[in-house]
Structure formats: C-alpha cells, structure tokens
C-alpha cells in the first residue's frame, strides 16, 4: 500500500525551528517530484514548497523563501521540510504530497497536481 507518513509538527515558541519528515512506504520516493502544503482552519490548502524530481530545482511561496527549506534523503526514503525563526502565522496543519512528472526538473504548485498526500501534522506556534 502506498502510504505518506508525517511527523515532526508540534507546539513550539515564536522564533524556534522545526523539522517536519514525511517516510514514504510502499513505494520510492526518489522517482516522484515532491511538494509541501499547509492549511489554516476553514482556509483551503496552499502551497508552500517543491522539489524536482532530480532535486535540482525548488521553489517556494514568497512567505516562506529564506525560512523554509524542503529536500529529500533517498537512502532512507524520507522528504523534510525545515522551518527556521517560525512565527504564530505559520500555526496551520501541513501536508506532504507526491507526484510523478514527465521531466526531472518540473516543480508543482498547485494541490490537484499531486497524486500523493500525507495525513498532516499540526505546527502551532505561540508569541
């Protein structure tokens, strides 16, 4: 069965960082280009983070360049998204997601081009 598996989020202070891990099983996650979503409460889902195939190319919503960062670690199947100096308007649940893509360098913004979702996990951040 292909499954995402999420975990990492928390409760955490202004300021603090985070790694939030998503562990593909079933499946390799190296072959998939890869994307981070989050969502506020009654708000649709929104992109935040992509990575290419080939991992050669990211991109980032404009609130998050400099803060965030996603890769990928093929030998243990696993992609990451790190959040650096996390402010209260980052408190939402965030989703991984998974896709094939024709070329090795294509990155994804939008929610209905991926195939593959994590369960989500909550990042709460307090002043």
């Known amino acids: 069965q292909v499954q995402l598996v999420e975990s990492g989020g928390g409760s955490v202070q202004a300021g603090d960082s985070l790694r939030l891990s998503c562990a593909a099983s079933?499946?390799?996650?190296?072959?998939?280009?890869l994307g981070w979503f989050r969502q506020y409460p009654g708000k649709e889902r929104e992109f935040v983070a992509a990575l290419s195939w080939s991992g050669s190319n990211t991109d980032y919503v404009y609130s998050a360049k400099g803060r965030f960062a996603i890769s990928r670690d093929n030998t243990k199947n696993t992609m990451y998204l790190q959040i650096h100096s996390l402010k209260p308007e980052d408190t939402a649940t965030y989703y991984c997601a998974a896709r094939r893509a024709l070329l090795r360098s294509s990155t994804f913004q939008r929610s209905n081009d991926y195939h593959y979702w994590g369960q989500g996990t909550q990042v709460t951040v307090s002043s």
């Open positions: 079933g499946w390799t996650l190296s072959d998939y280009a």
